[in-house]
């Protein structure tokens, strides 16, 4: 049974203005919350609260280490059409990030047909500029899973598992199941995240541990189970880029 994780890599700060916390109280939430690591992981340019690509440039003046967290620099690109396109430059993911997540908002691109967003998905999982897969399980942009989520595990991608899917997209539950079965059936890693608006949510997964301890989700393959296991997926990924 998965009880505790060690890092909690989808957080936002009130660079948004649909968040209302500042990098420091996230990190000090990771820390008074037992976590050894915490992701900045802003909402990209596309999206109307989006931070602009300067923000993502200089997290470098971030220290990778503060109180005894370590801190990862990250982003949550937006698909901007269902070619799977993303809103940050090579470079700017590159050279100054440490992953990234891809999601759809429907502030930047409206839902089409399941046939669309499993295009995308499918161009998603070819992009190395893609690293983990954002709470794909929303019941707005259903995709083909059974189709796609094989072509994840094969093109080294993380899929998460994202707590706030369960309070804010309670429609998408039975999708997420759906998806973390496909993740067991296929032995593609999944990581499980809060995807925290503001501090105090930083680290709670209840309901997504939930439903992966359900279904007897093996640990080895959630990601951010222990130190170890996140290091490893960080020098692999380094690796094959």
Known sequence: MIKHLAADLHTHTDISRHAYSTVYEIITAAKDFGLMAVGISNH???HPDGA????????RVIPEWVDGIRVYRGAELNF???EGEIDLSPDTIMNRLDYTIASFHDDVIPPGSVEDHTRAYLHAAENPLVDIIGHSGTARYEYDYERVIPE???NGKVVEINEGTFHVRKSSADNCRTIARLCM??????IVS???HFC?????FEEALSMLNSLDFPEELVVNADMKQLESWFLHKRRVQ
């Open 44 to 46: 990209c340019p596309a």
């Open 52 to 59: 602009p690509e300067g923000h993502f440039r200089n997290l």
């Open 80 to 82: 901007t059409d269902f």
């Open 152 to 154: 994840f595990g094969k």
């Open 185 to 190: 059936k296929y032995s593609v890693p999944v």
């Open 194 to 196: 809060s995807d925290a």
């Open 200 to 204: 105090r949510s930083v680290g709670v």
